[in-house]
């Protein structure tokens, strides 16, 4: 594995084509992750569980009921390789590589252009934590910590702050603007106790 940095980046897959070969619960887990982003999802599988099932007939997804073949990756924003089969999922690595598609092998970080983070969600706060692949145990520890440190309440705490940040941007401007951003962010200017969303 190469010890070279990975870039850190938080992706806009709202409309981008994005396909899971595999069809299992990991698929399944997968595909509703990019599916909760807004993606296109394509799955390649000759036979799929209930979850992948049911969203097909609800048109949330496409599923082609069929083997892996590499042309099933062209045109394709990411691909997530995740059937049961190393060899499988090497293939759909090795054709996404050709074609300059970026691919996750589940579980595989040999064949991964991008590794899962492990994440803790509060409303639009989003914490990624990331080992690059070598240890996702401890990933999971430092999520649960992590939790405990970020309750629910983060999540109106949030939301309130970009409230107050669009009401900023629209009534001051240079350098008190900046002054002020910076003001609302600090700890003390944060609303505390059982946070809510703000009022729409």
Known sequence: MSDKSLFPAMIK??????????AGKVAAAKTKSLLTCGAQVTVI?????????????QGKLVWRKKS????????AFLVIAA?????????????????RVLCNSVD????????????VRRGPLQIAISTSGRSPALA????????RQFGPGWSGRVKSLGKRRKEILKTTSGAQKSKLLKRIALPGSLPSGPARAPKQ
């Not at 059937?83 to 074609?99: E, G, K, L, Y």
């Not at 999971?140 to 939790?147: G, N, P, S, V």
């Open 13 to 22: 897959l709202n409309q981008r084509g994005c396909v899971v070969v595999g």
């Open 45 to 57: 599988s000759p036979q799929a569980g209930s979850s992948i099932r049911s969203q097909a007939g």
């Open 68 to 75: 892996f073949s590499p042309r099933d990756v062209a045109g």
């Open 83 to 99: 059937t049961d089969s190393p060899a499988v999922n090497a293939a759909v690595f090795r054709s996404c590589q050709a074609r």
């Open 108 to 119: 595989d970080p040999a064949h991964c252009d991008f590794f899962y983070p492990a994440i």
């Open 140 to 147: 999971a520890r430092l999520r649960k910590e992590l939790a």
